[in-house]
């Protein structure tokens, strides 16, 4: 039973475009959430997060939406750069509970 | 470094044997954190530490998975008896404690039982 899913396994964009990658969640009690960029070898590093008390949080290029009727997070990336090429995680997490439930990602190419 | 720091980066042994990982957290942060991620997926829970005690540890699979923590700073996750299914990609991450504090991971240890 996957709490947290991220239905599109991969997408490709061109330089410069927008990125958007989505997640959706099941849990009703999950209050926080974050995404995380993956590149080959390396740990999860933290990208962005947002609070169920909000529904949109901006840093630089990246955006997260949240929509909590619909169970539904996005993260845009513009202008999206080569560099973004990575695999991106969300996850989620409960008040109650500091451990936090993956996707299985989304892999992410950026054309030049 | 100033980030989480996991040895050995691989791991390599016989299915039956015992292993140790070790995880050396963001200085400060009181707050740590095992997952293991397999192919294709993304991180899964293992075992939350708040200080030297195991404030969570619903995550581990069963008996043979044990982890310390006990001057509340390195953690070690040990397993015991290794099977062909435990091969994946250890990570360990820390935070500090409180609400909205991201967990920053480190790059993992690969396991591989033969």
């Known amino acids: 039973d996957q709490q947290v899913k991220q239905n599109s396994p991969s997408l490709s964009v061109q330089e410069g475009r927008i990125s958007i990658l989505n997640c959706d969640y099941t849990?009703?009690?999950?209050?926080?959430f974050l995404w995380y960029k993956k590149y080959p070898a390396e740990g999860p590093t933290f990208l962005i997060s947002?609070?169920?008390?909000?529904d949109k949080n901006e840093d630089g290029r990246f955006t997260v939406f949240l929509n909590k009727s619909a169970k539904h997070l996005s993260l845009h990336i513009v202008p999206s750069q080569p560099g973004d090429s990575a695999v991106y995680f969300c996850?989620?997490?409960?008040?109650?509970?500091?451990?936090?439930?993956f996707g299985s990602g989304t892999r992410l190419l950026v054309r030049p | 470094g100033a980030g989480v720091s996991q040895t050995p980066s691989n791991k390599v042994t016989e299915k039956g044997k015992y292993v140790e990982l070790r995880c050396d957290p963001i200085?400060?942060?009181?707050?740590l954190y095992w997952y293991r991620q397999s192919l294709g997926q993304g991180p899964e829970f293992l075992i939350y530490?708040?200080?030297?005690?195991?404030?969570?540890d619903s995550g581990l699979p069963n008996d043979r998975f044990f982890a310390v923590r006990p001057e509340g700073s390195v953690s070690t996750l040990k397993i015991q008896r290794t099977e062909r299914g435990d091969s994946a990609v250890y990570l360990c991450?820390?935070?500090?404690?409180?609400?909205?504090?991201?967990?920053?991971f480190g790059d993992g240890t690969r396991l591989s039982i033969l």
């Open positions: 991450a820390s935070s500090q404690t409180g609400v909205g504090q991201p967990q920053h």
């Open positions: 849990n009703s009690m999950f209050d926080y």
């Open positions: 947002i609070s169920s008390i909000k």
């Open positions: 996850a989620a997490r409960r008040d109650s509970s500091y451990k936090l439930i």
């Open positions: 200085s400060g942060h009181t707050a």
């Open positions: 530490f708040q200080g030297t005690g195991a404030a969570d």
